[in-house]
């Protein structure tokens, strides 16, 4: 019975779990984006979250303590430097995990796990899409303001121009 077994082992001793995960996280805090199987990409998640939450108070013990797991001062000083920066305002959810179908050799669930800042593609099709706050079929008064002063510009727009060209006729 799996009582109080909550996190996967994927198939590994406990020394060789973590050195495959403190590597991974270091390949992922590095190139952005990794390709991983699924398995491994929500093991990895739960790893990288914590470390990127201590990076955004950057303190000499918080940078010793990212480096108990990490290994990798280049790495590390570019978590406290440009990636905390970068992940300041945001309350967590720092990874998404994309899956992309099963690999060829052995069927195993593959996907992408990436840093969310990172990702421009996924920003820009944030930015595209209009908010809507209400559904509501009658126009506040700021929209009927907004429609009227136009055609009020408009309309003096083609006076002066009128009135120029009575001027050089």
Known sequence: MRHNKKFNHLGRTNT??????????CSLLKH?????????????????EPIV?????DTTHSRRMVFRYLKDKYVVTELFNEISQKVADRPGGYTRI???????????????????????NM????AKKPSKTRRSRKKSAA?????????????????TAAEEASKSE
């Open 32 to 48: 952005k984006r990794i390709f991983t199987t699924v398995a491994k990409a929500k093991a990895l998640r739960s790893f990288v």
């Open 98 to 120: 994309i899956k992309t179908g099963n690999r060829l050799g052995d069927n195993a669930s593959m996907c992408f796990i990436e840093l969310v800042d990172y990702n421009e």
């Open 16 to 25: 060789h779990r973590k050195a495959m995960l403190s590597n991974m996280a």
């Open 123 to 126: 920003k820009k099709e944030v």
């Open 53 to 57: 939450t201590k990076s955004k108070n």
């Open 143 to 159: 929209a009927v303001a907004e429609e009227a002063a136009p055609v009020v510009e408009a309309t003096e727009t083609t006076e």
